[in-house]
């Protein structure tokens, strides 16, 4: 009997890709610009190392000055406190203290533990292997100036991309346990202070960061960390209310309680994928904080602005993706309601960058524009039978709704509505779009879209009065911003 191999595997795929290459249509690549294949057979580098005996992980609840929330926090079961304004994470049980350093500061605690914190440059736009890599360079630095590596730890923030958070804590005992033996240090594993991102949060659909905060606490949790800060569902809209507090400790208690998180040491050994992803994110990192060390180290860099200039370009790139949805936002991005009542909120913290704030933008232009009155409707134009238009139509409402355009649906190439966008077939545009988008602007649209990749039709399609195309893939967040231009 023939024993199937991966090879065996590889030419069934290409058989039902029909054509379409592999590495484009099945392996994507992560903001690191490491390659996720589909399937890991074998393991081929050796495991992260473990962090034995691990207590579980504790609760640590950010305190902004209200005393009040700190004294529910720590009645509500969170053991420690992050004091955002102080830099200092304080240990309710020991009475212990934590101080923060960031990549500017150089200064040491010879009586308190350091945690080395990336959470700035996080918020800015840096991708995993660069909070990794700065994290190593503030750490050598220190061991240089002769600091204890057990007076050493980490605080860096985790998002939602679950398995690739968990295997950047990973990673980074990898790359920790590197540095330490090459600096002749004591070998231990530094503290490690997770911390919920806030560039992940929404203003917009606010219930589903409680989701995000609660694949963030898993990831914090299984990748190994010592301390785990959640975030608030409406901490993007302001000061967090009472119930987001709660939800957010409240999570983060049942993953640990009752989820029984945190009482394996390491799950994610063994895994092919993980310790195939942990493997190349450690490299990535090893590799960008050798290039840093070379630069003059993390503090140099920040202090000319080299650092800030990378932050942007890594920010950039990762704006760019989620402008085309190839990152979508649940309930921002993807799936909009445009019934919901938005938080009230003000501008995002200074240095912030959230993931939704583009998208949020032109929502916050489309209500503007609809209680003036002049928010343009857009009329779905279907083109043949429903089983022809019905999954192009589904999409074009979808895309309209992220940007806060109403839709309605006609088979009439007359409508008059300022926009319209035709809904059909490939076989039918053939036949058919180009004198339904020369009627629709007969009939005084200003904005004809059609929604499919057009291919050799484009031509034609734009020659008979088609503006633009909507598709998997196209500048999503531009063409809204476009389209809110137009006037009812």
């Known amino acids: 009997m023939h024993q199937p191999t991966v090879a065996d595997w590889r030419a069934q795929v290409e058989k039902e890709l029909a054509g379409v290459p592999f590495e484009k249509a099945l392996v994507h690549t992560s903001a690191e610009g490491i390659a996720i294949e589909?399937?890991?057979?074998?393991?081929?580098?050796?495991?992260?190392?473990?962090?034995?005996?691990?207590?579980?992980?504790?609760?640590?609840?950010?305190?902004?000055?209200?005393?009040?929330?700190?004294?529910?926090?720590?009645?509500?079961?969170?053991?420690a406190i992050w004091d955002r304004r102080a830099g200092v994470v304080h240990i309710a049980a020991s009475g212990e203290l934590l101080r923060v350093a960031n990549e500017a500061s150089a200064a040491t605690a010879p009586d308190a533990t350091v945690l080395l914190s990336t959470l700035a440059a996080h918020a800015a736009g840096a991708d995993g292997a660069d909070e990794l890599a700065a994290t190593l360079?503030?750490?050598?630095?220190?061991?240089?100036?002769?600091?204890?590596?057990?007076?050493?730890?980490?605080?860096?923030a985790v998002?939602?991309?679950?398995?690739?958070?968990?295997?950047?804590?990973?990673?980074?005992?990898?790359?920790?346990?590197?540095?330490?033996?090459?600096?002749?240090?004591?070998?231990?594993?530094?503290?490690?202070?997770?911390?919920?991102?806030?560039?992940?949060?929404?203003v917009r659909d606010p219930w589903v960061n409680m989701l995000r905060g609660t694949t963030e606490a898993f990831a914090?949790?299984?990748?190994?960390?010592?301390?785990?800060?959640?975030?608030?569902?409406?901490?993007?809209a302001g000061p967090p209310s009472a119930l987001g507090r709660r939800v957010a400790r409240n999570t983060a208690l049942v993953l640990r309680e009752e989820s029984q998180l945190g009482r394996v040491i390491d799950p994610a050994a063994g895994s092919y994928y993980l310790e195939t992803l942990t493997d190349a994110l450690a490299r990535e990192a090893w590799r960008r904080f050798r290039a840093i060390e070379s630069e003059g180290g993390i503090a140099a860099l920040v202090a000319d602005g080299r650092w800030a200039k990378r932050l942007e370009a890594s920010r950039q790139k990762r704006s760019e993706a989620i402008a085309k949805r190839k990152e979508p936002i649940v309930g921002v991005s993807e799936f909009a309601n445009l019934d919901e009542k938005p938080l009230p909120h003000a501008a995002a913290a200074e240095g912030v960058h959230r993931d939704a704030e583009a998208f949020e933008a032109l929502r916050d232009r489309a209500d503007a524009l609809a209680a003036a009155g002049?928010?343009?409707?857009?009329a779905l134009?279907?083109?043949?039978?429903?089983?022809?238009?019905?999954?192009?139509?589904?999409?074009?409402?979808?895309?309209?709704?992220?940007?806060?355009?109403?839709?309605?649906?006609?088979?009439?190439?007359?409508?008059?509505?300022?926009?319209?966008?035709?809904?059909?077939?490939?076989?039918?545009?053939a036949a058919e779009a180009a004198a339904a988008a020369t009627a629709l602007k007969a009939a005084g649209c200003a904005r004809v879209?059609?929604?499919?990749?057009?291919?050799?039709?484009?031509?034609?399609?734009?020659?008979?009065?088609?503006?633009?195309?909507?598709?998997?893939?196209?500048?999503?967040?531009?063409?809204?911003g476009q389209l809110l231009e137009v006037r009812a």
Do not use: N
């Not at 002049?374 to 857009?378: E, F, I, K, T, Y």
């Not at 291919?455 to 009065?465: D, F, I, N, W």
């Open 38 to 79: 589909p399937l890991y057979t074998e393991l081929t580098v050796p495991p992260a190392p473990a962090r034995p005996g691990q207590a579980p992980v504790q609760i640590c609840m950010p305190f902004d000055g209200d005393e009040a929330a700190r004294a529910e926090d720590l009645a509500g079961g969170a053991e």
């Open 137 to 156: 360079s503030m750490a050598a630095a220190r061991l240089d100036a002769g600091a204890a590596a057990s007076r050493l730890g980490v605080q860096i």
């Open 159 to 202: 998002g939602r991309d679950t398995f690739g958070e968990l295997c950047k804590l990973r990673a980074l005992r990898v790359c920790w346990a590197k540095l330490v033996a090459a600096a002749g240090a004591e070998p231990v594993l530094p503290r490690l202070h997770a911390v919920a991102s806030p560039r992940t949060a929404s």
């Open 220 to 236: 914090a949790i299984l990748g190994g960390a010592d301390l785990f800060t959640p975030i608030a569902y409406d901490e993007a």
């Open 374 to 378: 002049s928010l343009p409707g857009v």
């Open 381 to 429: 134009v279907t083109l043949g039978p429903a089983a022809e238009h019905r999954a192009r139509l589904g999409y074009a409402a979808a895309f309209f709704a992220v940007g806060g355009l109403r839709t309605h649906t006609t088979a009439s190439t007359a409508d008059k509505a300022p926009i319209a966008c035709l809904c059909g077939s490939d076989e039918r545009y």
């Open 449 to 480: 879209l059609l929604a499919g990749r057009p291919g050799a039709l484009e031509p034609a399609l734009r020659s008979a009065g088609v503006d633009g195309f909507i598709f998997v893939g196209c500048d999503v967040a531009s063409m809204l």
